[in-house]
T-cell receptor, first 112, second 114 residues
Framework: ELKVEQNPLFLSMQEGKNYTIYCNYS?????LYWYRQDPGKSLESLFV?????AVKQEGRLMASLDTKARLSTLHITAAVHDLSATYFC????????????FGTGTRLTIIP | GAVVSQHPSWVICKSGTSVKIECRSL??????MFWYRQFPKQSLMLMAT?????????EQGVEKDKFLINHASLTLSTLTVTSAHPEDSSFYIC??????????FGSGTRLTVV
């Protein structure tokens, strides 16, 4: 059974600081997704990582994937209040059995 | 880009009644649709996977007679919560997967059973 774990579960950080959210998964996969969820809302797609060593950046967020370590990171640079949200990683199983398994989520609060 | 429309956004129903939630892919054909539920401050839990024209595959622990899923066309899937009870109150989110667009999520439905 695929397990996806994120840490930390809660993160409170000051504006302007940098931090990293970690996503570990238990089964071989080379497709990993990052999503953002605001309170009461559905998911917003942030990144799709499709191969080992993939790195993608959008604004103050950068995601990377190490399939050998079964680890993905979401790095936040110079955080701003607008980034406050819950962030989920999700892992896709192999072809023929595609379905997303979500991580536990990281609730990020940016303090002015 | 790919858009998935989910309705209603919220619904309040009496205990014992049934509620239907619709999920439509607006500009692509969804070969597979997924239904998730999310309790407050928790992650998304996959309930079932459905392919057009075939029976849904339910995850372990999900009652198939209670959560009826119909995927009658490549653009529409419905989830019916039958004989709803307060413990079924949750946020339900659908997702559609097409050949090209990967996973696209609906806006979610907040169900409150009173």
């Amino acid at each position: 059974e695929l397990k996806v774990e994120q840490n930390p579960l809660f993160l409170s950080m000051q504006e302007g600081k940098n931090y990293t959210i970690y996503c570990n998964y238990s089964t071989t996969s080379d497709r990993l997704y990052w999503y953002r969820q605001d309170p009461g809302k559905s998911l917003e797609s942030l990144f799709v990582l499709l191969s080992n060593g993939a790195v993608k950046q959008e604004g103050r967020l950068m995601a990377s994937l190490d399939t050998k370590a079964r680890l993905s990171t979401l790095h936040i640079t110079a955080a701003v209040h607008d980034l406050s949200a819950t962030y989920f990683c999700a892992v896709d199983l192999s072809f023929g059995n595609e379905k997303l398994t979500f991580g536990t989520g990281t609730r990020l609060t940016i303090i002015p | 880009g790919a858009v998935v429309s989910q309705h209603p956004s919220w619904v309040i129903c009496k205990s014992g009644t049934s509620v239907k939630i619709e999920c439509r892919s607006l500009d692509f054909q969804a070969t597979t649709m997924f239904w998730y539920r999310q309790f407050p401050k928790q992650s998304l839990m996959l309930m079932a996977t459905s392919n057009e024209g075939s029976k849904a595959t339910y995850e372990q622990g999900v009652e198939k007679d209670k959560f009826l899923i119909n995927h009658a066309s490549l653009t529409l899937s419905t989830l019916t919560v039958t004989s709803a009870h307060p413990e079924d109150s949750s946020f339900y989110i659908c997702s559609a997967r097409g050949a090209r667009w990967g996973y696209t999520f609906g806006s979610g439905t907040r169900l409150t059973v009173v």
